[in-house]
């Protein structure tokens, strides 16, 4: 038997075929480009990987150059893998690779450091697999300012007591003296703490300036002013603790001096840096120090009744006290550049107590995170006060110098901020 195909047959099964090949055609192609969009974003996923790899080892190495400014004593040392002598033309840097032990790399982290001198430009960048061949690289930079010390005026972590007749202002120190134009209501007198009391402003004080007390501080209770005092400027509560107080440390490698002692009525004159036991000068005794210097006294810095200790030459210098300081009635700080800057006296969180005794004059900065620091009546004191807590007694007068704020001391402890961060 034979079996015969219409034509009608022929053309469904000619249908069919056509059918088939242009549904195969279209799979194919849909499949060609599902694949080549598998393909490309799985490279974009894989260069965003490196990218984000690479972020992450920048990041990494600004961490590393900002704990070496802030917490590693800033000395970049070869020990530690750095080299240079962070100037811009030869930055302090350090490069680390990254492998798993027997693996292969998985980036390189390169770090510069500048020193600015009060300031620091950290700027790492980062490479995976490898500095060498890299497929993807991040740059990234951070800028630290030093923090300035002094930049409210009159600070405390806890309280702060105005007693009668005492008076804050402000002045210029780059303008000169103060006095006439030169008296100003650019000073704060701020405190970390949040207590009732914690600012007590007393009969006929003058406040020519601000008051600024713990964050969330109710300024009602935490600030109370004598109906006869007055404050010109503002009282409120910071959004933030407004004293820094980072610890003072003790610089290593000063020559040990024993002991200084000014005989009454005698002069003495120290012209370079050290560790000294103990300082004492005599009644209407003199100690001069005529040069850069950072001094050390371990035990305590002791002047007697009308003595002075002057500065002269323009010196600039640090004291660094680790126990007492006094400075008895009518004693003198005779800082003859009259630059509140030249003279800086550090305390450890050993010091508890510096007492300025009945009309001592002072020209300098106090920073004594952990002491009562108490100016006996009468007292002038020019420059910026820190302390644990901060006392003017009756009629004693604080000139803040505004030109502490825009020129940072040397930090103590980490003093830094970080100003800008920023990709490159």
Request: glycine fraction near 12%; aromatic fraction near 6%; charge should be negative.
């Amino acid at each position: 038997m034979r079996f015969r195909f219409n034509g009608r047959e022929r053309k469904q099964n000619g249908s069919a075929l056509i059918l088939g090949l242009i549904t195969a055609v279209a799979v194919g192609t849909l499949s060609t480009g599902f694949i080549a969009m598998t393909v490309t974003e799985s490279r974009h996923t894989e260069r965003s990987v490196n990218r984000m790899a690479a972020t992450y080892l920048a990041e990494s190495g600004i961490e590393l150059g900002v704990w070496e400014v802030l917490y590693g004593g800033a000395d970049f040392s070869a020990a530690d893998g750095w080299t240079g002598s962070g100037t811009s033309a030869d930055p302090y840097r350090r490069t680390l690779s990254l492998a798993p032990a027997g693996g292969a790399a998985m980036g390189d982290i390169a770090i510069q450091v500048v020193n600015f001198g009060g300031a620091y430009t950290v700027q790492c960048t980062g490479s995976t697999p490898n500095a060498a061949n890299p497929w993807a690289q991040n740059t990234l930079r951070v800028i630290l300012r030093g923090q300035p010390l002094f930049d409210d005026g009159l600070g405390a972590v806890s309280d702060i007591e105005l007693r009668m007749g005492s008076a804050v202002d402000s002045y210029d120190s780059t303008q000169g003296a103060y006095g006439g134009a030169n008296v100003g209501d650019d000073v704060t007198v701020a405190t970390n703490s949040t207590a009732n009391g914690a600012v007590s402003v007393g009969p006929f004080v003058s406040v020519n300036g601000d008051i600024v007390v713990g964050p969330g501080a109710n300024t009602s209770t935490t600030v109370q002013v004598n109906g006869s005092a007055s404050v010109s400027g503002s009282i409120s509560a910071s959004g933030t603790e407004a004293i820094p107080t980072p610890s003072v440390s003790i610089p290593a490698g000063l020559p040990a001096m024993g002991n200084l002692n000014v005989p009454k009525g005698g002069t003495s004159t120290i012209s370079s840096s050290g560790s000294y036991d103990k300082i004492t000068v005599g009644i209407g005794g003199q100690l001069i120090i005529n040069s850069d210097v950072t001094l050390v006294v371990k035990d305590e810095l002791k002047l007697g009744v009308l003595s002075d200790l002057t500065i002269t030459n323009d010196a600039t210098v640090s004291i660094i006290l680790d126990d007492k300081f006094t400075a008895q009635l009518g004693s003198d700080i005779n800082n003859s550049s009259e630059d509140p800057a030249k003279l800086t006296i550090y305390c450890t969180d050993n010091v508890t107590n510096l007492r300025f005794g009945v009309a001592t004059d002072f020209c300098g900065n106090i920073y004594a995170p952990k002491a009562d620091v108490h100016v006996l009546l009468a007292g002038d004191m020019y420059g910026g006060i820190v302390g644990d807590t901060v006392r003017l007694g009756v009629l004693a007068r604080f000139h803040y110098d505004t030109s502490l704020a825009s020129r940072p001391d040397a930090p103590v402890g980490g003093g830094y901020r970080v100003e800008k961060w920023q990709p490159l």
